[in-house]
Structures are given as C-alpha cells and as structure tokens.
C-alpha cells in the first residue's frame, strides 16, 4: 500500500516540477470528490488520476493529507479482506480434505470413527457402548465424534445396520461438490439466507474412497456439510428435507 501511495507522491511531485501550481476551489472540491469514489470503487487508474487533480487544484494542505490517509487505509483495508479471506479459503480445503479422507477411512466401521462413540439410550457416564444380544436394543442412532483443528467432525449411523450412516462438518467458506472430490452433481437449488437472500445448494453423488455416498453443500460460510448413504434419509426426515427431497 505504502509503494502505491508512494508512486502516486512521485507522480504529484512531477507535476508541480512542470509548473502546474494553478489552485482552483471548484476544479479541487471536483477531484477531491472524484479521488474519494475511484477510491469507494476500488479503481487504482482513477484513483491516481483524480489524486493528481486534487494536488493541482487543492491549496489546503491538510485536505490533501486527509485525502492520502483516506487512500492507505481504503488499501489497507482491502488488502487485510484479501488475505484473511485467502485464510478462510486455505482453511476450508484444509478441513474439507481431512473430512473426506476421515469419512471414507471409516464409512465402512463408523464406529470405529472415534474411540467412544454414544448411542441414543445409553447411560451417559457408562463409557463407550456394550454389544447388546437383543436386536431391538440396536435400533437406535449412535454419534462419533473428533476434532479437526477448530471444527468438529460427526458420524452419525444406525446401530443395527451401520452402513445406514451420515457425516458432517460446518465449512468457514462455501464449499461446492468439486471440494469433496470426483463426483456427479444431481441437484441444485436456492435456499434461504440469514441475511434474508438466497443461496445455492447442491446435491452429489460421490465417487472414489465414497463412492455410492451422496453430498449436500451450501455456497455460504459456516454451512453444514453432509456426506450420507442415500438409505440414511429414510431414517432422518429433517436431512431428507434439506437434501431436497
């Protein structure tokens, strides 16, 4: 930022080395004016040339300074957006590859995907679940769970047929099927946002280490990602409804 301030004082500089020192209050309110929306656009061209008018026309020098700290920080400002959002980005496939590799590395044992997973009825300070011998006892949702940095990782699957199961996760950017891997996309819709829009989200069927598995993701932060076995939805209405079903 400080470089582009800098070329743009060089450029000022050049200028009045020509002798064009003409002050005019109108044409200086009039490039002060244009320098501040080239700036709002983010439109460096402009910005450079509307700067060198203010610097022409401008006698107040304390205007001239404001006007120069109005650019650094606009620039400034722009320049921390890009990178934290390059961070969210970077962080988010980060997370969406462990999530994929931890899904397919445990879709077939699912409870295996943590070392004490809980299932629906059982005592919560019993400890990991016991083998029951009596078949209704295993009608029920069990969860498993860990952690991938600061998101954390769920399985959730059908205790008396475990390849009935779901995997999730919330994704800090956007996510699309292509960041789960190889895949066919089978649906996409709008939904509604919390800021009151619409955002897109799709359904997939997966290939590969989960092939067989379907995907649901959101184009918006902080959205859930669901990878599941079609069967799945039979046992859980709410998720049948949000992959669009």
Not at 155 to 178: E, M
């Amino acid at each position: 930022m400080r470089t582009r301030l800098g070329e743009l004082l060089v450029l000022a500089a050049t200028v009045s080395a020509f002798g064009c020192s003409e002050k005019d209050a109108t044409k200086c309110q009039e490039a002060l004016d244009g320098t501040r929306k080239s700036v709002a656009a983010s439109d460096l061209v402009l910005t450079a040339q509307w700067r060198e008018r203010s610097y022409k026309y401008c006698a107040d020098q304390a205007a001239l300074g404001t006007l120069d700290k109005e650019i650094v920080d606009k620039q400034t400002a722009e320049a921390n957006a890009k990178a934290t959002e390059a961070k969210r980005v970077a962080q988010n496939a980060g997370l969406l590859k462990a999530f994929v590799n931890w899904a397919g590395d445990n879709r077939i044992a699912p409870d295996h995907a943590s070392v004490s997973p809980k299932c629906d009825g059982d005592d919560p300070d019993a400890g990991a679940p016991k083998p029951s011998t009596d078949p209704k006892a295993t009608q029920r949702f069990c969860t498993a769970t860990r952690t991938a940095g600061s998101s954390t990782l769920t399985a959730r699957y059908w205790d008396a047929d475990k390849t009935i199961l779901l995997f999730s996760t919330k994704a800090p950017a956007p996510a699309t099927c292509d960041d789960l891997g190889p895949n066919k996309v089978l649906k996409t819709w709008d939904v509604p946002a919390a800021n009151g829009q619409s955002v897109k989200r799709s359904r997939c069927e997966l290939n590969g280490t989960l092939a067989g598995m379907h995907a649901v993701v959101s184009a918006a932060a902080n959205a859930p990602v669901y990878i599941f076995s079609p069967s799945y939805l039979e046992k859980d209405p709410a998720l049948k409804k949000i992959a669009g079903e």
